[in-house]
């Protein structure tokens, strides 16, 4: 079950189970693994937290205050067991770290888990706090964005080969992707793609002949692509746009589309609109 968990989101675990020991609990709630999560000061959920202006020493304090002095420890060697709140955590962490195309789920993804979950303890303190998921889920995609190399299927699909190692941090807008209601010519929904977990692709890209192959993408299309994921199509619209692309949640990140998109575009401005009206796609940016 855990075998996608990073070293720091097990640890996370044994110290949520550690909280509950200590506090007396037959079970591990959400505000244990919320203080197993805030156990490692330099993790990137102190980061998001500081976003958010709030430090784990506040949300420990009050977590603390709220449960009170609890019953009595139970032994480390007792098996205590996860509550229904946290099995639901742990499933939403998963479907977060999948919408969010990452592979390791780590402490960040706990995180945004226990946000989605709106209920129990914990939920009830980050809200108290102004701790939300939106602006939460922003600040992960803009700190991932920023100090990963590009996605492996951006370089294959764009026959590019970017510079490796950190991008440099970009400011501005995130891109939210939503699917306006009724089919549109250039998004066809493939009901049985008979090769599942592979597409096919053309799609073309252009850049500055002075620039080397890492440098700005300076235009996008034609595009044609086939029994392609739209969480794929959002990698795609990155690599142009140099600006994170997140997912609507009304999306289904599994469904396979045949994707057109006719026209050269070399702006943000241009492309849009191209995309709202060919293909029914929605992309709308942050504040």
Do not use: C
């Not at 980061?47 to 609890?70: E, K, N, P, W």
């Not at 600006?243 to 949640?249: A, G, Y």
Request: net charge negative; glycine share 8%.
């Amino acid at each position: 079950m855990f075998e996608r968990y990073t070293e720091a989101a097990r640890r996370s675990l044994f110290f949520s189970r550690y909280e509950a020991s200590m506090l007396g609990s037959a079970s591990i709630e959400t505000h244990h693994l919320l203080l197993g999560l805030l156990k490692d000061r330099d993790s990137l959920i102190t980061h998001l937290l500081a976003d958010a202006r709030v430090s784990a020493d506040t949300l420990r304090q009050l977590i603390y205050a709220r449960v009170g002095a609890g019953a009595s420890p139970i032994a480390l060697s007792v098996e205590i067991p996860f509550s229904r709140n946290v099995k639901h955590v742990l499933q939403y962490a998963l479907e977060e770290a999948d919408r969010l195309l990452h592979d390791p789920i780590g402490p960040e993804h706990l995180l945004l888990g226990l946000l989605r979950l709106e209920q129990g303890l914990a939920w009830d303190i980050l809200s108290e706090s102004h701790v939300a998921l939106a602006p939460v889920r922003e600040a992960l995609v803009m700190h991932v964005s920023a100090t990963t190399a590009p996605p492996e299927i951006l370089k294959m699909l764009a026959g590019l080969v970017p510079n490796e190692g950190p991008r440099a941090r970009r400011t501005g807008n995130v891109y939210f992707l939503k699917a306006l209601d009724g089919s549109r010519p250039g998004r066809r929904l493939v009901v049985d793609y008979p090769t599942a977990g592979v597409f096919s692709s053309f799609v073309e890209f252009n850049t500055a002949a002075d620039r080397p192959p890492g440098g700005r993408i300076q235009s996008i299309g034609p595009l044609s692509m086939q029994g392609v994921t739209l969480p794929q199509f959002a990698l795609v619209l990155e690599g142009f746009l140099d600006t994170p692309v997140m997912l609507d949640e009304d999306l289904l990140a599994s469904e396979r589309y045949d994707i057109e998109l006719r026209g050269t575009y070399d702006n943000a401005d241009t492309l849009i609109p191209a995309l709202r009206d060919q293909m029914g796609l929605e992309l709308i940016g942050s504040l």
